[in-house]
């Protein structure tokens, strides 16, 4: 399994961006997919988080301006961030997850770098 994460860079307190994870296979493989991020000397944390059959879940420092979705013929799943702040800045990573009987998988893919400017 490959995800290959796009869409990061530098953009103005205020901005937007939309970031991209695309998957090596099927998407409906995965029972869910998402995003976390990870700033300086934190935490990775959540930040969405989409299931097979399309629910959502965000992290509260996003909730209201961030979006995510998937396209299932793209295999892609993607991160609309908009409203950017300087806390948003921090290295943004697709996650895929597989649950079975007795324990979950997770594969990661390299991270894309936002950083905000105020």
């Known amino acids: 399994v490959q995800l290959q994460a796009s869409g990061g860079g530098l953009v103005q307190a205020g901005g937007s961006l939309r970031l991209s994870c695309a998957a090596s296979g099927s998407i409906f493989s995965f029972n869910d997919m998402g995003w976390y991020r990870q700033a300086p000397g934190k935490q990775r944390e959540l930040v969405a988080r989409?299931?097979?059959?399309?629910?959502?879940e965000y992290g509260d420092a996003v909730k209201g301006r961030f979006t995510i979705s998937s396209d299932n013929a793209k295999n892609t799943v993607y991160l609309q961030m908009n409203t950017l702040q300087p806390d948003d800045t921090g290295v943004y990573y697709c996650n895929a997850r597989k649950y079975y009987t007795s324990a979950s998988v997770n594969y990661w893919g390299r991270g894309t770098q936002v950083t905000v400017s105020s």
């Open positions: 989409i299931g097979s059959g399309g629910s959502t």
